[in-house]
């Protein structure tokens, strides 16, 4: 098959621009990165890396296709709906979800639907048409699920391919939306619309305020013109489904669709286990797009009751799918995607960020910017006798043969996820697991990754991140472009056992972890009684079905810069520096790299493969 540009930059060019072909919507533009020069990439070596790109299928595409995928939807090809008046565009939405408007509601509909700019109403006529069908589609979805056995749960492939192209149908949509608005070249005092159910809201030009008070609490389609906008609805969020066990506060929607053309705004969502924020649930289809401004995305999610669930269950936000699908867009803008989770007594689990678990898919896409991915999980036991287990699955994870992409096209970004809990459970940073398959890039920027997990009273604990997979077939990809970056990783555990697993290690899964260029600093760690730190291309046999990798192989590549290296196993009280050892159990190419104070005065990657893995 034909690779994406990027992964042919990566692989193919002698020289210049590795990252250029990822183009973001105009005026941002992508910095140019660096290519590795082929003599770093002995042909065996490039060939596994291209490998990796082309074996298997998750929903439907290969790893390259869906890299490939991705970047076109940051500026789809604009695509406008068919032809229609505002009023009967919003009927078609009440037809979709089968509100029932009265006399005096169908009258006020036309009567502000009159009041509305008519440039304006001609421009947004045929987004809410789009939305309205799309709609009707996925109300289909969650019959598929099955909620009384354990694989009924998952979302069908089918039923998930069809979602993501009926995701990316609305993106091309609110593309045009945008095309068509930007040409009216609108003043800044131009009023918005709502219609009587509040199913389908345009704010205006101005700041607003947007809170959820419609007849299913959440609009269908919520779209704004500019203005620094305070939004408090689920934005974004579709759960169409209330879990007898209370897994998620769902919102009844199949399909939520939130759109922002301008503005510095603010979206904030607190709750107990929630879906929002460009987050589908339960057969849902959630979008988030932002086209512009300096953005804070904020999560608060406080859990006042759970427990532990199948298949880790929660709620999921900020770009992500269980059993469902979500999209969160931003085309610019220095911008701040917060999770906040905390627990008393009761287990609960921060899903998002670029998130797929349950046969979902999320996607997280930021075109450019200096910003912030923060997800903060503290959680206390309540009671002595209590072991809360907490969980952190952000940036990039995906489960149970869900997909999950976080794609970042440059800026100076910081990646920081903390999980302190009685029992911790922390994978982010690009990880798969039992199936799942995961891709994160970041193209280019001097940027700081930080995973720090602790367990306060919990046994053995574990922090994956960078580029690790485990289980089942599964795959994570990590690749950061051009740029002087830090990576720190840490586990903590009073019990022992504390284990830290990072930049290219997997068991019976594939893992794939590339630092294009720059002068890095790379920093594992583990402090408690019997130690034990993992990675760089090293791997651990295994079994499993077999999903899409049938071999277990880490990949760890730094093919740019003279970097530093500080691991470091100890206790609090006794720290011990070492260097981890590169490479694998059956190969490895390359050698163990040479190191002279801590520094790494030559390139080198490390590949380690297992060839023993039978799927069954």
């Not at 709620?315 to 931003?330: M, P, R, Y």
């Amino acid at each position: 098959m034909r690779l994406p540009t990027l992964l042919v930059a990566l692989l193919c060019l002698p020289v210049a621009a590795a990252l250029p072909s990822l183009q973001a919507p105009a005026p941002t533009a992508v910095p140019a990165g660096y290519a590795p020069p082929v003599d770093l990439l002995p042909a065996e070596v490039a060939a596994r890396v291209h490998g990796v790109f082309d074996q298997g299928t998750w929903i439907g595409k290969t790893p390259g296709a869906w890299l490939g995928w991705a970047q076109q939807q940051v500026a789809p090809q604009a695509e406008r709906g068919p032809g229609a008046d505002l009023v009967p565009a919003v009927e078609r939405v009440y037809d979709a979800v089968g509100a029932q408007a009265s006399p005096a509601q169908v009258a006020q509909l036309a009567a502000r639907a009159d009041a509305l700019d008519p440039r304006v109403a001609a421009a947004f006529a045929p987004l809410v048409a789009v939305v309205a069908q799309a709609y009707a589609e996925q109300a289909l979805v969650p019959a598929q699920l099955d909620f009384s056995s354990p694989t009924g749960q998952f979302l069908p492939l089918d039923a998930a391919a069809a979602s993501v192209a009926r995701g990316a149908r609305v993106l091309a949509a609110v593309s045009a939306f945008r095309a068509d608005v930007a040409a009216l070249q609108l003043q800044a005092d131009v009023p918005g619309f709502a219609d009587p159910l509040g199913l389908v809201v345009l704010g205006g030009t101005a700041a607003d305020t947007f809170v959820p008070d419609g007849l299913l609490a959440d609009p269908v389609l919520l779209a704004d013109l500019g203005g620094d906008d305070v939004d408090l609805t689920s934005s974004g969020g579709a759960c169409p489904l209330t879990v007898q066990n209370n897994w998620a506060t769902c919102n009844g929607l199949a399909l939520s669709v939130r759109v922002d053309l301008a503005g510095n705004d603010v979206y904030h969502s607190v709750g107990d286990r929630q879906v929002a924020q460009g987050a589908g649930g339960f057969g849902g289809l959630g979008i988030l797009v932002d086209e512009a401004g300096n953005d804070q995305y904020v999560i608060d999610d406080h859990v006042t009751q759970g427990s532990f669930l199948q298949y880790y269950i929660t709620g999921s936000s900020q770009g992500a799918g269980e059993a469902g699908v979500g999209f969160l867009v931003d085309a610019a803008g220095n911008d701040q995607y917060r999770f906040n989770l905390d627990s008393h007594g009761d287990d609960a689990f921060a899903q998002g960020q670029g998130y797929g678990g349950v046969g979902g898919f999320g996607m997280l896409l930021d075109a450019g910017g200096n910003d912030l991915y923060d997800t903060e999980v503290r959680c206390d036991n309540g009671v002595a006798a209590s072991n809360t287990f907490c969980g952190l699955y952000t940036d990039a994870v995906a489960l149970y043969p869900g997909v999950a992409i976080l794609l970042d096209l440059g800026g100076d970004d910081v990646t920081h996820a903390v999980d302190v809990a009685p029992d911790e459970d922390y994978y982010a940073q690009s990880f798969a697991a039992f199936g799942g398959l995961t891709i994160q890039v970041d193209a280019s920027g001097n940027d700081v990754y930080y995973a720090s997990a602790t367990s306060t009273q919990g046994g053995p604990e574990l922090n994956c991140a960078y580029g690790t997979a485990e289980y089942a077939g599964a795959l994570a990809i990590f690749i950061d472009g051009a740029g002087a970056d830090s990576y720190y990783d840490e586990t903590v555990s009073p019990s022992g056992g504390p284990s830290t697993m990072a930049e290219g290690f997997s068991v019976a899964s594939g893992s794939l972890f590339w630092d294009v260029s720059g002068v890095d600093v790379h920093s594992m760690a583990a402090f408690g009684n019997s130690p034990l730190i993992s990675g760089r291309g090293s791997v651990e046999p295994g079994r499993g079905p077999g999903y899409g990798v049938t071999e277990t192989y880490g990949i760890y590549l730094d093919t740019g810069g003279a970097d530093t290296y500080y691991d470091v196993d100890g206790t609090p009280n006794r720290v011990v520096t070492h260097i981890a050892t590169i490479g694998g159990n059956d190969r490895n190419w390359g050698g163990v790299p040479q190191y002279f104070g801590g520094t790494d005065l030559r390139n080198f990657y490390g590949i380690g493969i297992d060839r023993n893995l039978v799927p069954g």
